[in-house]
């Protein structure tokens, strides 16, 4: 992707996201893989209000190279897109928020559990087409805190994980934190990223735990759409 359109289209994503409530005050960030390095919101910035020439810069090994100081969830940015690629060529934008609605179900601990155990606990169940073809598995992670470099190998072999078992995945939780979000285009991870919100939010109203799509149903979804589940 080219640099100048990536800026903009970090800073055009970030004030879509805060002008319609999903992130809010500094919480969030947004990165981009380029060719010689990656892009990311600076640390503590508002995603509502970014300047697409100080968006911090850093090489393919991280090292700062231009803009504000780079958020300090720069490294599971980088790990996300560098496990991601393996099943997924195209991957180049992660989007991490604080989505309420996601953040609640973590809270009020009603989270799926597969009944396929060779998985692991997941934020949501297949509770509607939309979301199992856009969004998928969603796993869930135990908290830590805000920047825990734990959480980078565990979010790595997530991911690892699944695409071993067929079922490679495009988001993970971070209970009490937020979502991690990733996908081809920065306006394609928004979308997956508002999917997953909605769902999550449909989830929390109507307490949808124990209604969900049917086996039969999500093959259909496999058939007809390619959905990965």
């Given at each position: 992707?080219?640099?100048?359109?990536a800026?903009q289209?970090?800073?055009?994503?970030?004030?879509s996201?805060?002008?319609?409530?999903?992130?809010?005050s500094?919480?969030?960030?947004?990165?981009?893989?380029?060719a010689?390095?990656?892009?990311?919101?600076?640390?503590?910035a508002?995603l509502?209000?970014?300047?697409p020439?100080?968006?911090?810069?850093?090489?393919?090994?991280?090292?700062?190279?231009?803009?504000?100081k780079?958020s300090k969830t720069?490294s599971?940015?980088?790990?996300?897109?560098?496990?991601a690629?393996?099943?997924?060529?195209?991957?180049?934008?992660?989007?991490?928020t604080?989505?309420?609605?996601?953040?609640?179900?973590?809270?009020q601990?009603?989270t799926?559990?597969?009944t396929?155990?060779?998985l692991?606990?997941?934020?949501?169940p297949?509770i509607?087409?939309?979301f199992?073809?856009k969004?998928?598995?969603?796993?869930?992670?135990?908290?830590?805190?805000?920047?825990?470099?734990?959480?980078?190998?565990e979010?790595k072999?997530?991911i690892?994980?699944?695409?071993k078992?067929?079922?490679?995945?495009r988001?993970?939780?971070?209970?009490?934190?937020?979502?991690?979000?990733?996908?081809?285009?920065?306006a394609?991870?928004?979308?997956?990223?508002?999917e997953?919100?909605?769902?999550?939010?449909?989830?929390?109203?109507?307490?949808?735990?124990?209604?969900?799509?049917s086996?039969?149903?999500?093959?259909?979804?496999?058939d007809v759409?390619?959905?990965?589940?």
């Open positions: 992707m080219n640099e100048l359109f800026r289209e970090i800073c055009r994503i970030g004030q996201l805060f002008s319609r409530g999903l992130v809010h500094s919480a969030g960030n947004i990165s981009v893989r380029l010689d390095g990656f892009l990311i919101t600076p640390t503590d508002v509502g209000f970014l300047d020439e100080r968006i911090s810069k850093v090489d393919l090994n991280g090292q700062h190279i231009s803009g504000d780079p720069l599971l940015h980088q790990a996300i897109v560098r496990a690629l393996h099943s997924h060529p195209s991957t180049t934008c992660v989007i991490h604080h989505s309420t609605y996601c953040v609640a179900l973590t809270l601990s009603i799926n559990v597969p396929d155990q060779s692991h606990r997941e934020l949501l297949p509607t087409p939309y199992v073809m969004v998928g598995r969603v796993p869930l992670l135990a908290y830590r805190r805000p920047g825990d470099e734990q959480v980078v190998g979010v072999r997530l690892e994980s699944y695409a078992q067929g079922s490679p995945i988001a993970v939780m971070l209970s009490a934190l937020g979502p991690l979000v990733w996908h081809d285009t920065p394609k991870a928004m979308a997956a990223l508002e997953l919100e909605e769902s999550a939010k449909l989830s929390f109203l109507t307490n949808s735990k124990l209604t969900q799509l086996q039969e149903n999500i093959q259909e979804l496999r759409f390619k959905a990965v589940w």
